[in-house]
């Protein structure tokens, strides 16, 4: 299944920096699976693309330091779309990997969270969609030059009360970084990001949002 042939809950649809976005579908991997992913132990954890090869994508080119705002959407790339629905809510992540890795072995590191906000009383799901589906994270500085794939995840918790129903909606782009002073972040493998027990994973949303444990390694902070 490629990128926007169907569109239903939600999908990475352009990348882009303060210059501007991507045409639609640029720099991201083709997607394989429209719907969220609830076994962590599918392989298509990975971007919902495993087995893509990584030339069949292009490479965004990128400095370290650079933010990186991705956009998601629903049903089409238009500000009156919802992007995700309203009762999907819960937590951002995301991760780099080295692209020769292909995302596989102890390659991923965390690079931003955001879970829920208490003042605002808002989960980050909440936070894409005020802003039509974008959200921006920095490229980290102290990491190796290099080519990377990009790992954007949204977490849905509307029935994540009961193990194996949280859903995952990773999405892929591979960027190449320059002008980074090289670093040692600590690397996991994909199946080992989570637990299908962990507290931010296995969660009663009914409970609300205060001390919400994002799940994950912590976010790389050299």
């Given amino acids: 299944m490629l990128l926007g042939v169907v569109t239903a809950h939600t999908n990475l649809y352009f990348v882009g920096t303060k210059d501007g976005m991507s045409p639609k579908g640029k720099y991201i991997r083709p997607y394989m699976r429209n719907g969220p992913i609830r076994d962590l132990n599918d392989p298509l954890l990975l971007c919902r693309s495993q087995g893509m090869a990584p030339e069949l994508t292009e490479i965004m080119q990128v400095v370290a330091g650079t933010e990186i705002t991705v956009e998601w959407h629903h049903f089409n790339a238009t500000e009156s779309d919802n992007v995700i629905s309203p009762s999907h809510r819960g937590p951002c992540l995301v991760y780099m990997a080295p692209l020769e890795s292909n995302g596989l072995g ?30 921006t994270v920095k ?10 794939i990009l790992r954007t995840e949204m977490i849905a918790l509307h029935n994540a ?6 859903q995952f909606y990773p999405n892929c782009v591979q960027i190449s970084v320059t002008g980074a002073t090289s670093g040692n972040p600590e690397m996991y493998p994909i199946d080992k990001l989570y637990s299908p027990t962990d507290p931010g994973i296995l969660f009663d949303k009914k409970k609300g949002g205060t001390g919400y444990v994002i799940p994950g390694p912590p976010v790389y902070s050299p």
């Fill in 106 to 135: 102890n390659s991923w590191f965390k690079i931003y969270e955001q879970g829920f906000n208490v003042e605002k009383d808002m989960w980050c799901t909440d936070v894409v969609r005020e802003n039509h589906g974008k959200l």
């Fill in 139 to 148: 490229i980290p500085t102290k990491i190796n030059n290099g080519e990377y």
């Fill in 161 to 166: 009360k009961r193990q194996g129903q949280a």
